[in-house]
């Protein structure tokens, strides 16, 4: 199995950047699709972003697309998600994921390791 390690959260003023990391040890990213969710204060958690085991397909939720970048270095063995003009609705703990059957769903219920999240908060 993988373990997942998320990184590079903080506080970021709205229109400003941030990069997270997920690291992966155990087994290699390459084995999985890989996925981005975040759970904003009292909700749900959410669908962000994903990409299959090449990478060469990226998927996105609406709120996000064309703000966020999802991609990986299946070297270093981490995934990453590139975040530009950060809303304060951006604010959530955001998790790493990992599907073992390569579909990168949008679903949560397919994805079999999950990190820990790292918080993002983005002030007005």
């Known amino acids: 199995q993988v373990q997942l390690v998320e990184s590079g959260g903080g506080l970021v003023q709205a229109g400003g950047s941030l990069r997270l990391s997920c690291a992966a040890s155990g087994r290699s990213v390459s084995n999985y699709a890989m996925g981005w969710f975040r759970q904003p204060p009292g909700k749900e958690r959410e669908f962000v972003a994903s990409n299959k085991r090449s990478g060469s397909n990226t998927y996105y939720a609406p709120s996000v697309k064309g703000r966020f970048t999802i991609s990986r270095d299946d070297g270093k063995n981490t995934v990453y998600l590139q975040m530009n003009s950060l809303k304060p609705t951006d604010t959530a703990v955001y998790y790493c994921?990992?599907?073992?059957?390569?579909?990168?769903?949008?679903?949560?219920?397919?994805?079999?390791?999950w990190g820990q999240g790292t918080q993002v908060t983005v002030s007005s």
């Open positions: 994921a990992a599907d073992a059957s390569g579909i990168a769903s949008s679903g949560t219920q397919y994805y079999d390791y």
